[in-house]
Structure formats: structure tokens, C-alpha cells
């Protein structure tokens, strides 16, 4: 079972920022397209941010325009997902997942292989 880790998460004040990344070795990043998705409680799984294979596509989702930015970097195996500007709204568990694709999508059914989450609270 490929496994995809997801780290950088916690406790943020209002107006703060927070690096997440995601990261595997079980196989080649530069042939998968990644997606960022949060879920928070009571409410389903939503897709935030997605960057295809090749690092040339980049889509957001509209509460993370202008706040959040993907990345990735294919020689360290990790995607970056860079949220600032961060409000309480933000607070969820935050997933990474991957499929062997040039296409991105926010959609979950879309995507294969997935992480286990990583909290994020923002909160004073």
C-alpha cells in the first residue's frame, strides 16, 4: 500500500501562516499529479489545491486564491502547500493524495493514493 505523509500541521493564531508538506518513497513524484484537500468536521472532504505532474499547472480553489500556494519539488519527493493569511474557517485535517496523471481535478474520487492528515487549527 503506497503511502503518502503529510506533516507541517497545528496549532496557528488568526492571520498566520502554516507550511505543509507531503511527501513518499514509493515512487517516482514527477509522473503524479497532486492534490491538497481539508475536511472539516461534520462536512466533506473538499479539494483546496492541485498541481500537475510536470509543476506547470497550478489550481486553487476559491477560499485559497491570493492565500495559499502549492509547489512541488520533485528531486525531494514533496509537495508544499504554503497557507497564509489563515482564519478560523481554515481549521480542518488537511489530505494529500496523488494519481499517475497529467490532470488535475478537486474532486476525491479522482485521486488514488492519499495520506493520513495533518491537523490544522487556527484559534487564539
Known amino acids: 500500500q503506497v503511502q503518502l505523509v503529510e506533516s507541517g500541521g497545528g496549532l496557528v493564531q488568526p492571520g498566520g501562516s502554516l507550511r505543509l508538506s507531503c511527501a513518499t518513497s514509493e515512487f517516482t513524484w514527477d509522473d503524479y499529479t497532486i492534490g491538497w484537500f481539508r475536511q472539516a468536521p461534520g462536512k466533506e472532504r473538499k479539494g483546496i489545491a492541485c498541481v500537475n505532474n510536470s509543476g506547470n499547472a497550478t489550481h486553487y480553489e476559491e477560499s485559497g486564491k491570493g492565500r495559499f500556494t502549492i509547489s512541488r519539488d520533485n528531486a525531494k519527493n514533496t509537495i508544499y502547500l504554503q497557507m497564509n493569511g489563515l482564519n478560523a474557517e481554515d481549521t480542518a485535517v488537511y489530505y494529500c493524495?496523488?494519481?499517475?496523471?497529467?490532470?488535475?481535478?478537486?474532486?476525491?474520487?479522482?485521486?488514488?493514493?492519499w495520506g493520513q492528515g495533518t491537523q490544522v487549527t487556527v484559534s487564539s
Open positions: 493524495a496523488a494519481r499517475r496523471t497529467p490532470f488535475c481535478s478537486y474532486e476525491p474520487a479522482w485521486f488514488v493514493y
